[in-house]
């Protein structure tokens, strides 16, 4: 019995020892410039809340383009306008002009990503309008995995390398209207 005392003795007062860490005094602002961090000051963003990248890469359709479609070399370009929750979480605002077929995919979602420095994964879901010419707009799910790189002396240079499958629906049995995009990301964060 008296084993037990002392075990559940040891085991009380390793769980009270966090609430001594509880009673540290707030910090205060009047320091050098950082040092209230951890503290309760101020919110360190790691170079903003907002990001603008431009996409390129290839993008190559599943099926042939509609008849009377524009054709093109299998490449598109984009843009992405980002809000960041946090460092693991965004809100993507992107746009994208496939030059093969003339397919505009304006999207939004949200991504997740890894904690890391300077290297980190992510995975996203958008949805939103697809443009297919001949055809008309579609609603269209874009699934996205990738790593970014965050660069610059503020972490405030981005380069990313993602794949993103894009799905206009409905989907035919054997995804043929299905775009496939592999792309490189260059933005700014402020």
């Known amino acids: 019995m008296e084993r037990h005392a002392r075990v559940w003795g040891a085991v009380a007062l390793v769980a009270l020892l966090p609430l ?4 540290q005094e707030r910090g205060r602002t009047d320091g050098p410039e950082g040092s209230e961090y951890g503290k309760g000051g101020y919110q360190d963003l790691n170079g903003g809340q907002f990001s603008l990248e431009f996409n ?3 993008a190559i ?3 042939s383009s509609p008849a009377g479609a524009p054709e093109g070399p299998p ?3 984009g843009a992405t306008g980002s809000f ?3 460092d693991w979480y965004q809100l993507d605002f992107s746009g994208a002009y496939v030059l093969d077929g003339g397919r505009l995919n304006l999207l939004v979602g949200p991504r997740f990503r890894t904690y890391g420095w300077p290297l980190s994964l992510h995975a996203g879901l958008k949805a939103g309008a697809i443009f297919i ?3 008309g707009p579609r609603f269209g799910l874009s699934p996205q ?3 970014d790189l965050l660069l610059g002396p503020r972490d405030d240079i981005l380069l990313g390398l993602a794949y993103a499958l894009d799905i206009p629906l409905p989907a035919w049995s054997d995804g043929r ?3 496939h995009r592999v792309f490189m990301s260059l933005g700014y964060r402020f």
Not at 20 to 23: D, E, K, P, Q, T
Request: charged share 10%; net charge negative.
């Open 75 to 77: 490449l598109f370009i």
């Open 177 to 179: 209207n299905n775009t």
């Open 56 to 58: 390129w890469g290839a």
């Open 145 to 147: 995995v990738g790593a």
């Open 20 to 23: 001594s860490v509880g009673a």
């Open 133 to 135: 010419p001949e055809v």
């Open 61 to 63: 359709n599943q099926g």
């Open 84 to 86: 960041w929750g946090d």
